[in-house]
Nanobody, 114 residues
Framework: VQLVESGGGLVQPGGSLRLSCAAS????????MSWHRQGPGEERELVAG???????RYADSVKGRFTISRDSTKNTVYLQMNSLKPEDTAVYYC?????????WGQGTQVTVSS
């Protein structure tokens, strides 16, 4: 099973980015999919997650600015990030869970800077 993130890049404060994560190598639907991030010198943290098609949760730091969505038919998850701040700078990772197995992508860099 492979997860591949895309959509990262350099953006100015207040700008927007949309991350995508596409899964391949499995015919099974992910029970849950989520986005995590790891800033320089920091631990990896949960940014947003979905269980099934409707249960969402967000880190307090991104509520109201980020939106997670998924296309279950394609095992794809998205993260719409608006009103970006310099403290959102991090490597963003996609995670998918099937049963008791967790799968991670390699990450995509998001840099928020003027």
């Amino acid at each position: 099973v492979q997860l591949v993130e895309s959509g990262g890049g350099l953006v100015q404060p207040g700008g927007s980015l949309r991350l995508s994560c596409a899964a391949s190598g499995t015919r099974f639907r992910f029970h849950s999919m989520s986005w995590h991030r790891q800033g320089p010198g920091e631990e990896r943290e949960l940014v947003a997650g979905m269980i099934g098609d409707s249960i969402r949760r967000y880190a307090d730091s991104v509520k109201g600015r980020f939106t997670i969505s998924r296309d279950s038919t394609k095992n794809t998850v998205y993260l719409q990030m608006n009103s970006l701040k310099p403290e959102d700078t991090a490597v963003y990772y996609c995670r998918g869970t099937i049963g008791t197995n967790d799968y991670w992508g390699q990450g995509t860099q998001v840099t928020v800077s003027s």
